[in-house]
C-alpha cells in the first residue's frame, strides 16, 4: 500500500523560505502523479503543485508560480516542494497527494481533491507579515 510521510513546514516571516518533504513508499511502477494540496483557515483544498514521476514534469497554480519549485529527490521516493518569496496567503496546512496517472496528460494543476487516492498527513506552515 502507498504511504506518504511529510515533513518540513513551520513558520516564517512574509518573504522567507520553506522546504516541504514527501517521501513515498510501495509505489508499483513510476507511473505516478504526485502534487501537493494546500487548505487555507476557513477554505477549500486547492491544488498548488503536481509531478509526474516518470518524466519529472510539473504544473503550479498561478498563484504560487514563480515562487514554488516541486522537484523529485536522487532517491526518486521523495518529492519536495521549496517555497520562496512567503506572502501571508500562503498560510495552510499543505498535503503530499499521489495517485496513478497513466500519461502526464493526467497530472494537471486542475486536478481536484477527489483525483488522488493516498494523502500525507498534512503539515503546517504559517507565514507572519
Known amino acids: 500500500r502507498l504511504q506518504l510521510v511529510e515533513s518540513g513546514g513551520g513558520s516564517v516571516q512574509a518573504g522567507g523560505s520553506l522546504r516541504l518533504s514527501c517521501v513515498a513508499s510501495?509505489?508499483?511502477?513510476?507511473?505516478?502523479?504526485m502534487g501537493w494540496f494546500r487548505q487555507p483557515p476557513g477554505k477549500a483544498r486547492e491544488m498548488v503543485s503536481s509531478?509526474?514521476?516518470?518524466?519529472?514534469?510539473?504544473n503550479y497554480a498561478d498563484s504560487v508560480k514563480g515562487r514554488f519549485t516541486m522537484s523529485q529527490g536522487d532517491d526518486e521516493n521523495t518529492v519536495y516542494l521549496q517555497m520562496n518569496i512567503l506572502t501571508p496567503e500562503d498560510t495552510a496546512t499543505y498535503y503530499c497527494?499521489?495517485?496513478?496517472?497513466?500519461?502526464?496528460?493526467?497530472?494537471?494543476?486542475?486536478?481536484?481533491?477527489?483525483?488522488?487516492?493516498?494523502w500525507g498527513q498534512g503539515s503546517q506552515v504559517t507565514v507572519s507579515p
Open positions: 510501495g509505489f508499483a511502477s513510476r507511473s505516478y502523479c
Open positions: 497527494v499521489a495517485n496513478y496517472a497513466a500519461g502526464p496528460q493526467f497530472c494537471s494543476n486542475y486536478l481536484t481533491p477527489q483525483a488522488f487516492g493516498f
Open positions: 509531478i509526474y514521476l516518470q518524466d519529472g514534469s510539473t
